[in-house]
């Protein structure tokens, strides 16, 4: 059986907060390791668990990277764009992005095609974090799309 899972209850699992909450959530998360349920996560719900890690609960982008990592590893689970979110735990690590920045760059790079056969993916953004992204490149005007 396919159940999918809600940030409430991922946040619970990563952080064991409440204790009540977290119990259930770790029973769910058990269940699934043991194969008796299959948790669908889509990308949406990776962005917001990472968003309530780093803007609600405060922690640091490191340790919300590290959560989010060990969630994508955790056995019985099903992501959409597990390849997408992987890089963009990497990007939230390693770079001084936002959040949905990072998920944008990462759904680029991994996803995205160039403009040209063989060229780096566009992003459009007036925001120069995504200067030095690796694999892709941004455009701010309609000119840059072409060099």
Do not use: K, N
Request: proline fraction near 7%.
């Amino acid at each position: 059986m396919r159940v999918y899972l809600d940030t409430s209850v991922i946040v619970r699992f990563l952080t064991g907060e409440p204790p009540e909450s977290a119990a259930a959530a770790r029973d769910l998360f058990a269940a699934a390791a043991q194969a008796q349920v299959e948790l669908f996560v889509p990308a949406v719900i990776v962005v917001e668990t990472g968003f309530v890690l780093l803007r609600v609960l405060g922690l640091e982008r490191g340790a919300a990277a590290a959560l989010l990592a060990s969630l994508l590893e955790c056995p019985g689970l099903a992501f959409d764009q597990r390849d997408v979110l992987w890089r963009m735990v990497e990007v939230l690590r390693d770079r001084p992005v936002p959040l949905v920045d990072a998920y944008l760059a990462a759904f680029a790079a991994v996803r995205g095609v160039g403009p040209e056969p063989g060229g780096m993916p566009v992003v459009a953004s007036f925001d120069g974090h995504f200067d030095g992204l690796p694999g892709i490149r941004r455009a701010a005007a309609a000119q840059d799309l072409m060099r």
